[in-house]
C-alpha cells in the first residue's frame, strides 16, 4: 500500500487526539475507524478486531460537522443563492446588496464564545440595513441569524463602546451576556429535527 503524508492544523490534530485510545491507535487508525466501516485492512486483517474495543465516543467529542457545509446550508435556506465569499474574510459572504458575516464555534457546548474584530465589524456596520451576522454551532445544528441593524441598536443601548464585540452566549437561555440581551427570536434549528 502507497503511504502519503498529510498536514492538519491544530484543531484537527487535537480532535484526533480527544479520538485516540491511548497507547493503542496512531492518526492514522482513528481516521480509519472515524471515516471507515470497520473492513480489512490491506494486509487481511480485521482492523477493528484485532485493535481492541471500539470505544464510542461521548456527545461531546462526536467528530464535528463540516462548518463549511452548515455555513452553505445555512445560507442557502435561510438567504437564498448567488452569494460569494468577501476576501480577505473566510466566512463573510455576498450577493449584490447583502453581506453575511459567520462566527462558528463547533463543538457541543454550554457556554458559547466569539470575537467580531474590529474591520468586520467595521463592513458589516457600513451595509447594517442588509447585513447579518450569524453565530453558528454547527456540532449542535442550532444559529443565531441576527440582522446588523438590531446588533448596533442593542450596542447603543446599551453603552458598548469598543471597537469590536464580544460574544458571550449562555445556549440554554440564549443570553447575550455583554449586552444583556435574548436571542431567543433569533436562533434557528438546521438538519435533523429542524
Excluded at 466501516?37 to 462526536?62: C, D, H, I, W
Amino acid at each position: 500500500m502507497t503511504e502519503h503524508s498529510i498536514e492538519v492544523d491544530a484543531e484537527i490534530f487535537q480532535l484526533l487526539q480527544q479520538q485516540a485510545r491511548p497507547f493503542i491507535d496512531s492518526p492514522n487508525d482513528v481516521l480509519r475507524r472515524l471515516l471507515l466501516s470497520p473492513a480489512e485492512e490491506p494486509n487481511g486483517r480485521k482492523f477493528l478486531a484485532t485493535q481492541g474495543p471500539v470505544y464510542p465516543m461521548p456527545a461531546s467529542s462526536q467528530p464535528p460537522v463540516p462548518v463549511e457545509a452548515f455555513v452553505r446550508e445555512i445560507i442557502s435556506k435561510q438567504f437564498g443563492v448567488g452569494f460569494r465569499r468577501v476576501a480577505p474574510y473566510r466566512m463573510m459572504f455576498q450577493d449584490g446588496d447583502r453581506l453575511i458575516y459567520f462566527q462558528n464555534f463547533n463543538k457541543a457546548a454550554a457556554h458559547l464564545w466569539f470575537r467580531i474584530t474590529p474591520r468586520p465589524w467595521k463592513s458589516l456596520r457600513a451595509k447594517a440595513k442588509s447585513a447579518w451576522v450569524c453565530f453558528t454551532n454547527p456540532a449542535e445544528r442550532y444559529a443565531y441569524l441576527i440582522p446588523v441593524a438590531d446588533v448596533i441598536e442593542r450596542v447603543h443601548r446599551s453603552g458598548w463602546s469598543r471597537d469590536y464585540l464580544e460574544v458571550n452566549i449562555d445556549p440554554g437561555s440564549s443570553q447575550w451576556t455583554e449586552l444583556n440581551w435574548d436571542l431567543s427570536e433569533y436562533r434557528k434549528l438546521f438538519g435533523r429535527g429542524a
